[in-house]
């Protein structure tokens, strides 16, 4: 008798368990809309107005960044409006590189400005190039596009160079064209 | 007696501008691929470095008005208007080729001053020495040590 009931009642009590459990895997879903999973793994964006970044290395101030408008963008801080870079120095007046824009990667150390850039130094020093990449860990400046560096009445021309402001050591790549004159000083 | 003044000025005038003005000119690091260097700069001690040893087709050119100085190694003190070379110098100056283990130029006094299996050659002779110096702007021509000759009709 009781072998007769279960071949009767074991379909119907499979085809529940079928159904339950269909039925509890839409009731306990763990899918989260997209919409609030985007939400939950967005970084908060900070804009920071007329703001000073200060590197420090052994407490002593290495560096500074000055903007006037500036985002952060998933751990970058975009400069849209860059005012000056400051790379000071213990023996010398501060390299001031300025820019009209750049993006400036904190954990890498890498500050990149895509346009026309500028640096000066207070004796005398000039560069111009297309653009710059600054590297805060080892100081390294690499300039590309059309650069120009002035010093002493001696113009150097090269398509790219890198600097390092720490020894002052301008090097050129590719062909170079140094022209020293006795005119003034503009580039 | 005023004329004899002015004259002295103008003079004293003329030979300090001489004195002080350096040249003029362009040097050209050539036949470098773009991504190798060179040449490098010490901004701080104002001196340039050129290196082409490892290039083929690498040279370093140094123009200044008639003068054409070329050097695989060379290095210029701009500040103090001093430049070395060696490696392969060569110096053209008007018709005159001259070739050298190594070269100084004094900006100062304008002079170049050439130094080991020094070879001078002119339209109408071969001269070989060890140290010979040339005056850039008079052209004058100094020869030091035992020198041999040879001269063309």
Do not use: C
């Not at chain 1, 409006?81 to 590189?97: K, M, V, W």
Request: proline content about 3%; glycine content about 10%.
């Amino acid at each position: 008798m009781i072998s007769i009931l279960r071949q009767r009642w074991l379909p119907l009590a499979v085809f529940v368990f079928l159904i339950g459990s269909v039925a509890l895997y839409f009731l306990l879903d763990p899918h989260i809309p997209e919409e609030r999973q985007t939400a939950e793994n967005l970084q908060p964006v900070m804009s920071f107005d007329h703001a000073i970044l200060v590197g420090r290395r052994a407490g002593e101030p290495q560096w500074e960044l000055r903007g006037s408008n500036m985002v952060t963008d998933n751990g970058d801080v975009v400069i849209e409006t860059l005012d000056e870079l400051l790379l000071l120095r213990s023996g010398g007046a501060p390299y001031r590189i300025l820019s009209s824009s750049g993006r400036w990667n904190a954990q890498d150390g890498i500050l990149v400005l895509p346009n026309a850039t500028t640096i000066e130094e207070e004796d005398g020093f000039r560069t111009e190039a297309g653009s710059l990449v600054w590297q805060r860990d080892d100081g390294l400046t690499v300039l590309e596009g059309d650069v120009r560096m002035l010093q002493d009445r001696t113009l150097v021309s090269s398509g790219r160079a890198s600097f390092q402001p720490d020894s002052g050591m301008f090097t050129m790549f590719g062909d170079v064209e140094i022209t020293w004159t006795e005119g003034d000083d503009d580039l | 007696m005023k004329r004899l003044w002015f004259l002295i000025l103008i003079m004293a005038l003329v030979l300090a501008a001489g004195i002080t003005s350096a040249r003029e000119g362009t040097m050209y690091i050539e036949g470098i691929p773009d991504d190798a260097t060179g040449g490098r700069y010490d901004t701080q001690a104002s001196i340039f470095y050129g290196d082409v040893t490892g290039f083929a087709d690498g040279i370093i050119r140094v123009v200044m008005d008639e003068t054409e100085i070329r050097a695989v190694i060379l290095e210029w003190h701009t500040r103090d208007d001093y430049m070395k070379a060696v490696a392969g110098v060569t110096v053209l100056q008007n018709d005159v080729v001259i070739t050298s283990d190594s070269m100084e130029y004094f900006g100062e006094t304008d002079e170049a001053h050439f130094l080991g299996a020094v070879v001078v050659e002119m339209d109408d002779g071969r001269f070989t020495g060890q140290r010979f110096v040339l005056n850039l702007e008079t052209e004058e021509m100094q020869f030091f040590g035992a020198f041999s000759g040879e001269f063309r009709d």
